[in-house]
């Protein structure tokens, strides 16, 4: 039952995290995404460059950049903030939105082109032309926001650096799965990978899902 009630509060931390995560990279990315996917001006080549470089950040580097910066001599330092669920979050976000933003530039890449043009003709505001596309696309731009949320998820190496896997408060399923192998506690790093696997195995099936009504 002990084994249980744990497995079950770094689970409920772990996806409380991830979505906030997620949320918030979506928020940021997916206007941004749209903004590069829709708009043609001088240096958009190199903002999608820089963006999909950074589909490739280390995460520890994510996690390092966002100790210094919440540390008791970084700049947000006064916020108290590092080793709580809340710099996780932060250092997620950083990771999450280039994912966001990059697939759903993709996203509105791949929309056909008479779509917007056919908005415009019948007097579409940015607004409304922008709605259409979102229309069209909605299927990959959800799909889209799943493979943030599966990123965050399996994400440890940041997720230790500024979160110091505190039992209890920052403990989540991929830090908690080293730590106990580190302490040879098996038993505890099996039950706590198998809900990470069923985890990750909902998030491709509902990509697929999500993939295959786009393809549609």
Known sequence: MILDAEVLGITALS???AVAA???????GVPLG???GGSRFQGRRGLLLVLNTALAFPTVVIGLLVYL???RHGPLGGLGLLFTWHAIVIAEVILAVPIAAALTAAAVQSVDPRVRRTALTLGAGPLATAWAVAREARYALA???VVSFGRVLSEV???M???GNLRGETRTLTTAVALATSRGDFGLAVALGLVLLALALTVNVLIQLLQGRAGD
């Open 15 to 17: 996806l409380r995290i």
């Open 22 to 28: 997620t949320a918030v990279a979506c928020a940021i």
């Open 34 to 36: 749209f903004w590069l």
């Open 69 to 71: 910066m919440l540390s």
């Open 143 to 145: 799909a889209g926001a």
């Open 157 to 159: 190496g940041a997720a």
């Open 161 to 163: 650096i500024v979160g």
